[in-house]
């Protein structure tokens, strides 16, 4: 099975940037998407009521079944999740690895986006064959 490139919206990408630019805790919200011939294609990024602290969010429970009723009637999903990590780098966590199987577990090509506001880095990643892989992607304006 091939797992789709990536391509984000430019402007999606600055979104998620905005969102997470406060570097006093973890904030995360969900990426979304359609599948095209060749690239899984991130389009939107929404956040909703999370709980967070410097190490660790996740997002309430009303959150996640309002976007999954708002998802139900439309051809977009939810091709992933995005979280920051504010000083400590781009990568998953052992908790991140658990979040980020359960999203592949519902969708094999979700993927995972880790931001740290204060490096001003970020990166994509999978996991393939128990290993986490970081994943090369494209924009589009
Ligand atoms: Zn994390």
Redesign the pocket.
């Known amino acids: 099975m091939k797992l789709k490139d990536i391509k984000i919206k430019k402007k999606t990408l600055q979104k998620v940037f905005n969102y997470t630019e406060d570097s006093s805790k973890?904030i995360g919200g969900l990426l979304i998407g359609s599948l095209a011939d060749d690239f899984l294609i991130i389009d939107d990024a929404i956040t909703g009521n999370q709980s967070s602290t410097p190490?660790?969010f996740s997002l309430s429970e009303d959150f996640l079944v309002e976007v999954a009723k708002k998802f139900g009637e439309s051809e977009d999903y939810i091709v992933g999740w995005f979280?920051s990590?504010p000083g400590f780098g781009c990568f998953?966590?052992s908790?991140?690895r658990a979040t980020q199987k359960i999203y592949q577990s519902l969708f094999k090509h979700a993927v995972a986006l880790?931001i740290d506001p204060v490096r001003k880095s970020h990166k994509f990643f999978r996991i393939i064959e128990e290993e986490v892989v970081e994943l090369d992607y494209q924009t589009f304006e």
Do not use: Q, T, W, Y
Request: glycine share 0%; aromatic share 0%; net charge negative.
């Open positions: 973890e190490i660790h979280h990590h998953l966590s908790i991140d880790v």
